[in-house]
């Protein structure tokens, strides 16, 4: 939730986060904002769609080596998974 201060108040917004992919090694991330949240998520999912890498995958369907990436007060980590694991989020 994002608010903006205005002459008459405050005005809400919403700002959302959207990943997509194939489970084939195609992942797309997307992030957008709006008035109200069907609308950011929305907008979210269709830029994830339009910005689509490809991941390599190895094994029974992991990533090669563990990888880490931080922007400003966001952090992410990504671990290969031994055989027979699903997928884990969050942490």
Same mark, same amino acid.
């Given at each position: 939730?994002?608010?903006?201060?205005?002459?008459?108040?405050?005005?809400?917004?919403?700002?959302?986060?959207?990943?997509?992919?194939?489970?084939?090694?195609?992942?797309?991330?997307?992030?957008?904002?709006?008035?109200? /949240?069907? /609308?950011?998520?929305?907008?979210? *999912?269709? #830029?994830?769609?339009?910005?689509?890498?490809?991941?390599?995958?190895?094994?029974?369907?992991? *990533?090669?080596?563990?990888?880490?990436?931080?922007?400003?007060?966001?952090?992410? /980590?990504?671990?290969?998974?031994? #055989?027979?694991?699903?997928? *884990?989020?969050?942490?």
């Amino acid at each position: 939730r994002v608010t903006k201060v205005v002459k008459g108040g405050k005005l809400m917004g919403f700002r959302c986060t959207a990943i997509v992919g194939n489970g084939n090694g195609l992942v797309g991330v997307g992030c957008q904002a709006g008035r109200e /949240v069907a /609308v950011a998520a929305k907008r979210a *999912i269709t #830029d994830a769609r339009r910005n689509v890498v490809r991941v390599p995958i190895v094994g029974a369907g992991t *990533i090669p080596h563990k990888m880490e990436a931080k922007y400003h007060a966001a952090r992410m /980590v990504m671990v290969p998974a031994s #055989d027979g694991t699903g997928v *884990i989020a969050g942490g």
